[in-house]
């Protein structure tokens, strides 16, 4: 058998477990998953329901059978190790005669080691090619980093083979902007897959600075309203590392794999030109993977188009700075304002894993000063003031910088003119009497206030009057059109022209789209017609437009990203905390999101009519008889059978949600009575009467 052989065979084995460590994570994360959705099922679901119950049994079957394989696999792993072909010889005089038979062949120079690794002699070198070949077949013969194996290379080369993707050593920052990434990254090798709350639990935290029953000003870095927390940090004189780091200060290597899940690396925001630390938790459903800022508590999805760095040991195991907290006084989505700027909070309980503050009545954002460990003022940015240099040098100066500050803050205050509500404003928000004579209280609901609260001589050039800090009233102009300001003023629709479908007449015979099946007997459908698909991909949607002014409401016009990763056109129709019902009104189906789904949708996409009827099937009725899982049967028979199908039907009757009664016609028209003959539902005249005298009235 020659080399050659050999090294195909080898080839092949790198293949198969390259691929079972791909499948092996794959079947991980939709056991994960699986159990995941058991246990949230498991308190509302009936015991007795067989679906829940099959579910159980075919995910228990299945992790047993692959367990059981993986005991086998690992055991054959064991009994035939590497060193196994050598049991019967000396593996150190085996191993030996063949490098010494190959320099002889070869007569070339190397540096000689002994099992220790220590260089004892130079052998004469004229091939590099056969120093390769020999420092590949002593790779694959998986003889490196044991006891009795033989150190053909150096160091430094041992290191190269057994890990191309670890970097040497950097000698420099990278400068910016860094360009893309030319190759693809490699998939992560191992670790445990977790979830977002348990990648933080795990983290070690700088929460030890927070004392309970202190006052503490720390930078608000990020806002989760799905969860109602904030996180914040407290950027210290310990944190300069980290700073450094996402200046792209500090000298960091590229790397050409993702690290394991739950190693700490770096990743390259091209947006804001910054270097944040960052660790991936879990594979998502869509390709890519969940991350997580340590430094900033927010959860981004990584590609393998990234670029990544490695981290040295020293800013690696330094405690992730953001620290989640759940605020008392304050409702999390009221708090925009306050991102990547510095507040004041009280320290109510410290878990140890999180926190319970209240934000300080005068919780505006504190003035930036002259130290460089403060984050920048404007909004949409996770950039930081990082002028390390000036750092050394405000330190002899600080009590002087904080004397001057407190006064300066003194003087502004006192200068301000008051934002609290005064009486006038809080009778303006009080029940509003059952009969009045005011006309403007009697249109309006309440009595405009903007002549008593507004400055008319402001003068936007100079942001405001020549009374100077001496007037108290609130500069700022005047809504255009004499309209008021007390109340949020809404956008004029605009000026668009819809034409709306022409009424189809009882008796006719029309082409449908079947889009949702509701329940037995009631199926959603879009009349098929020449108007383009009102859908839109996820490039198509801009970021800007994720971005809401102000929470939805119920009733507002969304478009929602679907599973497929597109957007439809959906309405609110519930809201419980942050958790919002949507019906998807070109196709009938109902759905529960985060704000992080959803995105404006623009007054002339809103006002176009809704696709989805609501259509009634004609010669059946639900069974009285028939059991929750017989009716679910039926939903998924007929999903099975006309979802996502055209054909045509005829018009029987209207029913009172402007939805029709259907008959199924052509190779469709036995379907009703395969329901009936199954036991899912029950035959019945009265829909078929009913809709002859309205065909027969047509």
């Given at each position: 058998m020659e080399i050659d052989d050999l090294s195909a065979i080898l080839s092949l084995f790198e293949r198969n477990v390259n691929k079972l460590r791909t499948n092996l994570s794959a079947y991980q994360v939709e056991v994960d998953a699986v159990r995941q959705t058991l246990q949230e099922s498991w308190s509302?679901?009936?015991?007795?329901?067989?679906?829940?119950?099959?579910?159980?049994?075919?995910?228990?079957?299945?992790?047993?059978?692959?367990?059981?394989?993986?005991?086998?696999?690992?055991?054959?792993?064991?009994?035939?190790?590497?060193?196994?072909?050598?049991?019967?010889?000396?593996?150190?005089?085996?191993?030996?005669?063949?490098?010494?038979?190959?320099?002889?062949?070869?007569?070339f120079k190397v540096n000689h080691t002994n099992l220790d690794g220590i260089e004892v002699g130079e052998l004469d070198v004229h091939l590099v090619g056969a120093k390769q070949s020999e420092t590949e077949f002593k790779a694959r013969e998986g003889l490196n980093g044991t006891a009795s194996s033989v150190r053909l290379v150096t160091a430094q080369e041992n290191c190269k083979l057994e890990s191309p993707s670890i970097p040497a050593a950097p000698t420099a920052p990278p400068k910016l902007p860094i360009p893309p990434r030319q190759a693809k990254l490699l998939p992560p090798k191992g670790g445990r897959q977790t979830t977002s709350n348990e990648t933080y639990d795990q983290l070690l935290k700088n929460i030890s600075s927070f004392a309970e029953d202190s006052i503490v000003q720390v930078t608000m870095m990020h806002?989760?309203?799905?969860?109602?927390?904030?996180?914040?940090?407290?950027?210290?004189?310990e944190s300069t590392p980290l700073k450094k780091l996402l200046a792209c200060q500090m000298p960091i290597q590229e790397l050409n794999?993702?690290?394991?899940?739950?190693?700490?690396?770096?990743?390259?925001?091209?947006?804001?030109?910054?270097?944040?630390?960052?660790?991936?938790?879990?594979?998502?459903?869509?390709?890519?993977?969940?991350?997580y800022l340590l430094d900033y508590g927010e959860h981004i999805h990584l590609d393998d188009e990234e670029v990544i760095f490695s981290l040295p040991n020293e800013v690696k195991v330094l405690p992730a700075e953001a620290v989640r907290c759940f605020v008392r006084n304050r409702e999390v989505g009221s708090m925009r304002q306050f991102t990547y700027k510095n507040v004041r909070v009280r320290v109510l309980e410290n878990s140890g894993n999180d926190l319970v503050v209240e934000l300080m009545e005068d919780g505006h954002p504190e003035e930036e000063t002259q130290s460089s460990n403060r984050f920048v003022s404007h909004e949409n940015t996770r950039k930081i003031n990082l002028d390390l240099d000036l750092e050394e040098q405000a330190k002899p100066m600080e009590n002087n910088i904080v004397k001057e500050t407190q006064s300066a803050k003194t003087e502004q205050q006192l200068a301000e003119p008051t934002v609290k509500l005064c009486p006038a404003d809080l009778e303006m928000l009080e029940n509003i009497e059952c009969g009045t004579s005011d006309a403007l209280k009697a249109v309006?609901?309440?009595?405009?206030?903007?002549?008593?609260?507004?400055?008319?001589?402001?003068?936007p050039k100079i942001n405001g009057c020549f009374k100077g800090t001496n007037c108290r009233l609130l500069h700022q102009p005047f809504a255009p059109h004499g309209a008021t300001?007390?109340?949020?003023?809404?956008?004029?629709?605009?000026?668009?022209?819809?034409?709306?479908?022409?009424?189809?007449?009882?008796?006719?015979?029309?082409?449908?789209?079947?889009?949702?099946?509701?329940?037995?007997?009631?199926?959603?459908?879009?009349?098929?017609?020449d108007l383009p698909p009102l859908v839109w991909s996820k490039k198509e949607v801009p970021e800007s437009q994720c971005k809401f002014k102000?929470?939805?409401?119920?009733?507002?016009?969304?478009?929602?990203?679907?599973?497929?990763?597109?957007?439809?056109?959906?309405?609110?129709?519930?809201e419980i905390d942050g958790v919002f019902k949507i019906f998807y009104v070109d196709y009938g189906n109902t759905e529960f999101v985060t704000i992080k789904s959803l995105a404006?949708?623009?007054?002339?996409?809103?006002?176009?009519?809704?696709?989805?009827?609501?259509?009634?099937?004609?010669?059946?009725?639900?069974?009285?008889?028939?059991?929750?899982?017989?009716?679910?049967?039926?939903?998924?028979?007929?999903?099975?059978?006309?979802?996502?199908?055209?054909?045509?039907?005829?018009?029987?009757s209207h029913m009172p949600d402007n939805g029709y009664v259907i008959k199924f016609l052509d190779r469709y028209a036995d379907v009703p009575k395969q329901m009936i003959k199954r036991g899912y539902v029950e035959p019945t005249t009265d829909n078929l009467q009913h809709s002859d005298n309205s065909v027969e009235q047509a």
């Open positions: 509302h679901v009936g015991r007795a329901d067989g679906r829940i119950i099959s579910v159980h049994d075919a995910l228990l079957g299945s992790v047993n059978e692959v367990n059981e394989y993986i005991i086998k696999l690992n055991l054959r792993i064991k009994l035939n190790g590497a060193f196994g072909i050598f049991k019967n010889v000396d593996a150190k005089e085996v191993l030996n005669n063949l490098r010494r038979k190959s320099l002889e062949h070869n007569n806002l989760n309203i799905a969860e109602n927390c904030i996180f914040v940090a407290k950027w210290g004189q794999q993702l690290p394991d899940f739950g190693e700490v690396f770096a990743v390259y925001d091209a947006q804001e030109q910054i270097i944040p630390r960052v660790v991936i938790n879990a594979h998502t459903e869509g390709g890519g993977y969940d991350a309006l609901g309440f009595k405009p206030t903007d002549d008593q609260r507004i400055c008319r001589h402001y003068d300001k007390d109340t949020e003023l809404v956008e004029a629709l605009p000026d668009s022209i819809y034409i709306s479908p022409a009424p189809r007449d009882l008796g006719s015979v029309v082409r449908v789209l079947v889009t949702y099946i509701k329940s037995p007997t009631e199926v959603y459908v879009q009349f098929v017609d102000r929470s939805p409401h119920v009733l507002d016009m969304v478009i929602a990203l679907y599973t497929d990763d597109c957007y439809y056109r959906a309405q609110i129709i519930d404006t949708c623009s007054d002339a996409i809103s006002l176009k009519p809704f696709r989805a009827n609501n259509c009634l099937i004609e010669g059946v009725k639900r069974s009285s008889l028939a059991s929750q899982q017989q009716n679910a049967e039926c939903v998924e028979f007929l999903k099975s059978v006309i979802l996502n199908s055209e054909f045509d039907v005829m018009l029987i």
